[in-house]
């Protein structure tokens, strides 16, 4: 890895830097009906808006709701969560051609 790619990855582990917060999963809209038995969006059919984050869990998919505060900063964590896996795979390859370099300048057969 990189100093810069170290200096990212301890930003991480402390819980700072520009991909903090993180999450992995998706942010879903959905129409749900209430308990209201008079409600006009339901009888109409709008039904009433509500967010749901799907992710896995011990090799589960688990659905939580959402409030509708939180909606943005998880927008913002899922987006920083996939951010952060493209570049975990950057640094597998950075890794492994690194490792071929240095094989290269020690076995120049």
């Given at each position: 890895?990189?100093d810069n790619?170290?200096k990212t ?13 993180l ?6 809209e ?5 308990i209201r038995?008079?409600c006009?969006?339901c ?17 589960k ?7 509708k ?21 950057q640094?597998g390859?950075?890794?492994?051609r ?5 094989q290269?300048r020690?076995d120049?057969?």
């Amino acid at each position: 890895m990189t100093d810069n790619s170290s200096k990212t990855l301890h930003d991480l582990l402390k819980g700072k830097g520009p991909l903090w917060p993180l999450a992995k999963g998706c942010l879903a809209e959905v129409r749900k009906p209430c308990i209201r038995p008079h409600c006009r969006a339901c009888r109409d059919g709008r039904k009433h808006k509500a967010f749901i984050f799907s992710f896995i869990k011990d090799g589960k998919r688990r659905c939580m709701y959402v409030p509708k505060a939180l909606v943005p900063a998880l927008r913002q964590a899922i987006a920083n969560g996939r951010k952060l896996e493209k570049k975990m795979v950057q640094w597998g390859e950075e890794m492994i051609r690194a490792h071929r370099r240095k094989q290269e300048r020690k076995d120049p057969a």
